[in-house]
């Protein structure tokens, strides 16, 4: 079974550009995760989909940072315009369907630089 | 608000030897989950195991065991016989049973193996 996938695994740009992440999750899984992991901490919940819907987006930065689903599988991650504070690593991660019991599975991260 | 913590933020064992990672949560729920999940230098978060609150049996998963505390509300990771493999960044978490299934992760304790 293939796993989380992500890209770009890095990326590197200026204050104030513009960048996205792309995320598909596991075949079949109807619940999608984006988080932050700012160096030295651990991962903090930007926004969780069910299919298309958003279910939590309570932590987004809805000024700069937005997220879509549209067919309910593959999604975007975007920052416009981008700040330093912004460097971290965004993790995707989805799970079968949206019940505690489930476990959720992570692709391999997009490291973002903001310089 | 749920908080998890984790007061080692890096430890370093001889190779065969156990090592016991500590976790202290706070919250006012009954019923949760907790986990602690791996993340190698690859990035790619891996649960390790998982513990339901109401439970008192306390989780094992091979080399992989806690101890549950859910009066102390401690959760520490016990890893035997330890390998190369295991060194990584380990991060316990806290999840509750109802309601939304975010996931709350402590800062992280990154464990070095040593041969």
Known sequence: ?115 | AQTVTQSQPEMSVQEAETVTLSCTYDTSENNYYLFWYKQPPSRQMILVIRQEAYKQQNATENRFSVNFQKAAKSFSLKISDSQLGDTAMYFCAFMKHAGDDKIIFGKGTRLHILP
């Open chain 1, 1 to 115: 079974e293939a796993g989380v996938a992500q890209s770009p695994r890095y990326k590197i740009i200026e204050k104030r550009q513009s960048v996205a992440f792309w995320c598909n999750p596991i075949s079949g899984h109807a619940t999608l995760y984006w988080y932050q992991q700012i160096l030295g901490q651990g991962p903090k919940l930007l926004i969780q989909f069910q299919n298309n819907g958003v279910v939590d987006d309570s932590q987004l930065p809805k000024d700069r940072f937005s997220a879509e689903r549209l067919k309910g599988v593959d999604s975007t991650l975007k920052i416009q315009p981008a700040k330093l504070e912004d460097s971290a690593v965004y993790l995707c991660a989805s799970k079968v369907r949206l019940v505690s019991q489930e476990t959720q599975y992570f692709g391999p991260g997009t490291r973002l630089l903001v310089l």
